[in-house]
């Protein structure tokens, strides 16, 4: 499910000592078929945007406002993509730690 793929996300943006900004918005799918979500670092106005877009089997947007079609998330500001493998292989894990950590570089 993608509610927990985004739950991982969020650990390793913890990990680093970053928090979500919006936190009562943290499933919400906005009109535009998207999440949002806002994390900054502690201290600091330094953050990221992360926008995940809810999509269909064929990669459209959908009007079925369900977290289990999200297929990837983006940063708004680099465009760095993070495409959702099966949660508990390798790559995932791989995949969000080098994301995570590319991303909280980027802003330091």
């Avoid at 499933?27 to 106005?45: A, G, H």
């Avoid at 099966?86 to 994301?99: D, G, L, M, T």
Wanted: proline share 1%; charged share 30%; glycine share 6%.
């Amino acid at each position: 499910m993608s509610k927990e793929r985004m739950e991982d996300i969020l650990k390793e943006f913890n990990d680093h000592g970053w928090g979500l900004k919006n936190v009562e918005e943290m499933y919400s799918v906005q009109y535009d078929d998207m999440v949002y979500w806002t994390l900054k670092k502690p201290n600091s106005e330094l953050g990221v945007t992360i926008m995940f877009y809810v999509v269909d089997g064929l990669g459209n947007s959908t009007s079925e406002l369900d977290l289990d079609n999200v297929l990837y998330c983006v940063d708004a500001k680099s465009g760095m993509k993070l495409y959702f493998e099966k949660r508990n292989s390798a790559i995932w894990c791989e995949s969000v730690k080098k994301f995570t950590d590319s991303l909280c570089e980027m802003t330091e």
